[in-house]
């Protein structure tokens, strides 16, 4: 028997030194820091999507359809090698960047990845395959699979054409947009699904199928947007344009599947806030993108870079993260005080708006405030201290009630 609250455990660890790595990234402004800022970047990225929201999405979906399917020392070996690749990551980037080591273990990692595809998409146990959460779910991890190609075309466009090369910075884009606007969001959709399955609230076949072609096409046209920095002839801005308007109509017949269904959703009150507040955070993310499909809007997200650390941020801490959340809470791997959420809400808002208002400053040539380095890098503390308090909470309760059953 595996204990998934230990892997959602690990997931929050991840959350936790991601979230340090970051304070750590922002105090590099206010007082000197006797280490590589790049370095430290790489190693911060690649802890989040590839530590925490890796490893809590493959956590729920083991859960959803292998808890009695009997492949736990499958699963057990891919997830064990998983953790040694993002431990050796962890060690190597903040003090090599990109060289040897770091690269061998995230190879290693893009492998691991592909073995945990493999094991999904095999083993899961036949009477879920014909469902539609299986459907996003396995479109989730083929478009993760095809992220995986910026990853490797970065080592040859790094030796032929070096670091500066526009494909260098596609290759990046290429990797981002599968994994934020595919694997991450349609996951957690197969996911959600799969709760309204467990209660039989399963929507008419030909709404769903509409959605379903909507948000893939919506996936493939919108990595054009992606594309737009480098001012492409002009039917790159259509096809992006139009992929942030299927992305758009998508979710407005996903909103109009869930509807009629949300009253009978088993999700606390509490929960239920949470989704909404993510569905909102979401409505905020797919206006940007529709705008960034705008040249004029285009040029200026992608002259200012903190306009686009924003909006990953604004999809990795409110969209993926919130939803990560009322997922592990509603599925008792997670213990979710109320308190610690708001406090990390707030310091999501925090930050954020200090995030865009800089980006918003330096594009008008203005002065930034008085010590805004040093707002931002303490706002940005709470982020860690509340994953920190959340890891702890649940380890303490797993403590005591295994105390109880002794």
């Known amino acids: 028997m595996i204990d998934l609250k230990k892997h959602a455990n690990i997931a929050l660890g991840y959350f936790f030194l991601v979230g340090l790595l970051g304070v750590f990234l922002r105090f590099f402004f206010v007082i ?25 999405l493959t956590t729920l979906i083991y859960k959803m359809y292998f808890s009695e399917a009997g492949f736990g020392r499958i699963y057990k070996r891919i997830f064990w090698f998983t953790q040694i690749t993002l431990i050796g990551m ?29 094991f999904i998409l095999k083993k899961t146990p036949p009477p879920y395959k014909n469902t539609y959460s299986f459907k996003l779910i396995k479109a989730s991890l083929w478009y993760m ?21 526009i494909w260098y910075n596609l290759s990046i884009y290429f990797y981002l947009h599968f994994q934020y606007n595919a694997w991450f969001i349609l996951a957690l959709l197969g996911i959600f699904f ?8 399963k929507p008419q076949k030909e709404d769903f199928k509409s959605f379903f072609w909507q948000l893939n096409a919506a996936v493939v046209l ?10 492409p002839h002009w039917i790159y801005y259509i096809l992006g344009g139009l992929g942030a308007i299927l992305q758009i109509t998508a979710f407005v017949k996903f ?18 806030l949470l989704l909404s507040i993510a569905g909102i955070v979401l409505i905020f993310k797919l206006l940007l993108q529709l705008l960034s499909a705008i040249p004029w809007f285009a040029n200026l997200a992608f002259s200012f870079p903190d306009f686009v650390i ?11 993260t919130i939803t990560l959340l009322a997922f592990l809470s509603h599925t008792r791997l997670l213990q979710l005080p109320k308190w610690i959420f708001w406090l990390y809400f707030a310091a ?9 208002y800089k980006g918003t400053v330096t594009w008008l040539e203005l002065p930034l405030f008085e010590d805004y380095f040093r707002l931002l890098a303490y706002s940005s503390i709470f982020l860690p201290l509340t994953a920190g308090l959340l890891l702890l909470r649940n380890i303490l309760t797993k403590s005591q009630t295994s105390a109880k059953m002794d």
Do not use: D
């Open 348 to 356: 999501f808002l925090m930050t954020e708006a200090l995030i865009f």
């Open 310 to 320: 924003g909006y990953l941020h604004w999809v990795f801490l409110g969209v993926v």
């Open 90 to 118: 962890l060690v190597t980037f903040p003090f090599t960047g990109y060289a040897l080591f770091s690269i061998i273990f995230s190879t290693l990692f893009l492998i691991a990845s592909y073995f945990m595809a493999w």
């Open 255 to 272: 909103l109009k599947i869930v509807s009629p269904f949300w009253k009978q959703l088993r999700f606390s009150s509490f929960l239920k």
């Open 222 to 231: 919108g990595f054009f947007l992606s594309v737009l920095w480098t001012e």
């Open 32 to 56: 000197p820091i006797p280490a590589n800022f790049r370095y430290v970047v790489h190693s911060h990225s690649h802890i989040a999507l590839l530590g925490w929201v890796y490893i809590a």
């Open 194 to 201: 799969y709760f309204m399955e467990q209660q039989n609230l």
């Open 145 to 165: 699979v095809v992220s995986s190609i910026g990853p490797w075309a970065i080592g040859g466009v790094m030796a032929t054409l070096g670091n500066t090369s």
